[in-house]
């Protein structure tokens, strides 16, 4: 059987697993069905709306459902499960009757696990990439038939790394597919887990040095408190020279104190208002309104 002709049953959510689900439908690939989790609100007051693989694949003509009752109810060794980004376990009583291989957004071992784009750049990593492997009971364990390194820039978010992982491991899946899974590698020694991601991890330390908060704001939805009230840190710049301010002090030019340097402030989203640059939120506060970062 051809690579091309092989059914595939397709299971993930997010913007970057829809990327990949577009390209093997482009590329001729026979993908027969698709699994996502259910419709959910993702915005404040809004409606259930499907998630970004639901969108894609109707908008293909594929099928669509929430849960592995269609592959249990299919089940073939000759299909292939192709996971990325599902956001849940695949139990092993599914993975026996049809097997699955996974795109992971880390070269394996290191970053294994729910965050590993987050952690590799709070890590301050300067190389990460994709590893298309074997789906196993246990979290990111399994044999590696590809990988591509893709660079850290020290401007890289976790939006635009994921936006370019996502690329190169469609355009990976499909080659390593168009020429044959081959024999898997297990993983080598020295694994690091990426955890998820808390709410209170978000929240930005600032007695932490310039160069971390730096990572942690193009890593996370960075976040402080000012006045008693929350605001997103959407992009800081580290401006040379020497620090000047206590941890925490904002000065109306938007620089902002650390634990080791200044940092300057871009663009933020005060509580109740959408994204804006720092200059015009500076602009509007009046003289006598906080000045410390909690």
């Not at 069905?33 to 915005?43: I, L, P, Q, S, W």
């Not at 190169?168 to 898997?184: C, D, K, M, Y």
């Not at 991601?197 to 408190?225: G, K, P």
């Not at 580290?238 to 000047?244: F, K, L, N, W």
């Amino acid at each position: 059987m051809a690579a091309e002709a092989r059914p595939l049953v397709f299971l993930g959510t997010p913007p970057a697993a829809a990327v990949v689900l577009e390209q093997l439908v482009n590329s001729g690939f026979n993908v027969v069905h698709v699994v996502t989790r259910h419709d959910a609100k993702r915005g404040r007051g809004s409606s259930m709306t499907p998630s970004p693989v639901k969108e894609v694949a109707l908008r293909l003509g594929l099928t669509v459902s929430h849960d592995l009752e269609w592959i249990k109810a299919n089940a073939s060794r000759n299909m292939l499960g192709i996971v990325v980004a599902y956001g849940r376990i695949i139990p092993l009583s599914v993975l026996i009757d049809t097997p699955m291989i996974n795109i992971h957004f880390s070269l394996l071992p290191r970053w294994r696990g729910a965050a590993p784009v987050e952690r590799a750049i709070l890590a301050g990593d300067t190389t990460t990439g994709v590893c298309i492997m074997d789906i196993e009971e246990t979290l990111d364990t399994g044999a590696v038939y590809a990988q591509q390194e893709v660079a850290i820039a020290e401007s890289s978010t976790v939006q635009s790394l994921t936006n370019e992982l996502a690329t190169v491991g469609a355009q990976l899946l499909v080659s390593t597919l168009t020429e044959g899974l081959g024999t898997p590698v297990p993983q080598g020694d020295g694994a690091t887990y990426a955890k998820k991601i808390t709410t209170e991890e978000a929240r930005i330390d600032w007695s932490a040095t310039a160069v971390d908060i730096h990572r942690h704001v193009r890593a996370l939805r960075a976040f402080t408190v000012l006045g008693g009230a929350r605001i997103k840190i959407l992009e800081v710049a580290m401006p040379d020279g020497a620090s000047t301010l206590k941890p925490g002090e904002l000065e109306s030019d938007c620089y902002v104190g650390t634990g080791s340097g200044d940092i300057l402030l871009v663009r933020v989203q005060p509580e109740g208002k959408g994204p804006m640059a720092a200059a015009d939120w500076m602009r509007g506060r009046s003289a006598d309104s906080p000045t410390q970062f909690l």
